[in-house]
């Protein structure tokens, strides 16, 4: 019966994590409250979206694996400060963060004098890299894991841009190769969960991605090489 319970529940979270993946959603995701704010009325995220025309709803298309940035980023992206709606504006600041034996290490990108319209070259460190949000000391990170005892809540949300289109959101790139970061830089439990204290852009550079020629090119490059090899053995 123990076994029978273990694997029926392997099974479950194999069907959830397919499920998370199929509809681009994080196991765990933030909830996100659309009203109420405690910066004023039509101050939550939502309201930013609609007046960006990102287009997107808050909850139900946040991204799925946010915690580590890895295999998504590479040194020469760009992260722009979009907005800051907080009270700790002036001391929050935001980095990337890494595990290690000897613990956390934090890569700070942005002081707390940065602010909307600061941008930055990321250098993206070897092995898996998340991003943190940090106030007077404390710490929220990307990986909801690590903000409490007990897994903590998810602090960040994050938006991957539009398939097949393109717009600006604060005089910034908006399309596939684009990341909103949303932070919540109280925790979570004791917040106004609006997510508008810190909005960033992550940009993917161009250059990293190969166009159809060159991917042209390169697999024609290898049918030739294979053709040469048969030709000699023969």
């Known amino acids: 019966m123990g076994c029978y319970n273990r694997t029926k529940m392997k099974n479950f979270k194999l069907l ?10 994080s196991l765990s995701a933030a909830t996100i409250l659309t009203s109420g704010s405690w910066d004023g009325a039509n101050k939550n995220l939502n309201h930013y979206f609609a007046a960006w025309g990102v287009g997107l ?10 915690e580590y940035w890895h295999s998504i980023l590479s040194s020469g992206d760009n992260a722009v400060m979009l907005l800051e ?13 890494q595990t290690g034996q000897s613990g956390i290490t934090h890569t700070q990108i942005f002081n707390g004098a940065a602010g909307s ?3 930055a070259l990321l250098t993206v460190p ?3 890299f998340g991003f943190y949000l940090e106030y007077k000391g404390k710490y929220f990170y990307s990986d909801p894991n690590l903000n409490g005892p007990i897994g903590g809540y998810d602090q960040l949300a994050s938006y991957q841009g539009p398939f097949g289109g393109v717009t600006t959101v604060g005089g910034v ?6 990341y909103l970061l949303a932070w919540e830089d ?5 917040s106004d969960k609006d997510y508008n204290d810190m909005v960033l852009m992550i940009r993917v550079q161009e250059h990293q991605v ?17 053709i040469g090899l048969r030709r000699k053995l023969r």
Do not use: R
Request: aromatic share 6%; charged share 5%; net charge negative.
């Open 117 to 119: 319209g600061a941008s």
């Open 186 to 190: 109280l925790p979570y439990a004791s």
């Open 126 to 128: 070897t092995g898996a």
């Open 173 to 178: 790139l908006w399309d596939q190769s684009s």
């Open 85 to 97: 709606v907080a009270g700790h504006a002036p001391l929050n600041t935001f980095g990337i963060f």
């Open 57 to 66: 709803d808050v909850n139900a298309d946040q991204m799925a694996g946010d």
């Open 16 to 25: 959830s994590l397919a499920l998370a993946l199929a509809t681009g959603t």
């Open 210 to 226: 190969p166009d159809s020629g060159a991917t042209a090119l390169m697999i024609l490059g290898g049918l030739a090489t294979l």
